[in-house]
């Protein structure tokens, strides 16, 4: 069945990271571009990264230089590395796909997983 299941969350403290797997399956993420979204306690979702089937790249500014995003071809996955995390960071973070460039409005994905927790707190 077709599905996006993500990984990796967790609990980590400021400065610390993370990295979080976003596996497809009955798929191939290759055909798809893949984005991460995260939603914090009282805020709506908001777009964090994604790569198109051709490998482009879009970050946003809050995260920029120091998340990454990264696709396993041979493991149907998409990663997202999370360095010199920050408290603001805390967020549930999913992944998503659709079938155009990378874009952070929520109902062009029409994919979703069910999100992976990630607390930043000392």
């Known amino acids: 069945q077709l599905q996006l299941v993500e990984s990796g969350g967790g609990l980590v403290q400021p400065g610390g990271s993370l990295r979080l797997s976003c596996a497809a399956s009955?798929?191939?993420?290759?055909?798809?571009?893949i984005a991460w979204f995260r939603q914090a306690p009282g805020k709506e979702r908001e777009g964090v990264s994604c790569?198109?089937?051709?490998?482009?790249?879009n970050v946003v500014d809050s995260v920029k230089g120091r998340f990454t995003i990264s696709r396993d071809n041979a493991n149907n996955t998409v990663y997202l590395q999370m360095n010199s995390l920050k408290p603001e960071d805390t967020a549930v973070y999913y992944c998503?796909?659709?079938?155009?460039?990378?874009?952070?409005?929520?109902?062009?994905?029409?994919?979703w997983g069910q999100g992976t927790q990630v607390t930043v707190s000392s």
């Open positions: 998503a796909r659709n079938q155009g460039w990378c874009n952070w409005a929520r109902d062009r994905f029409e994919l």
């Open positions: 009955g798929f191939d993420l290759n055909y798809f571009t």
């Open positions: 790569i198109t089937l051709s490998g482009g790249l």
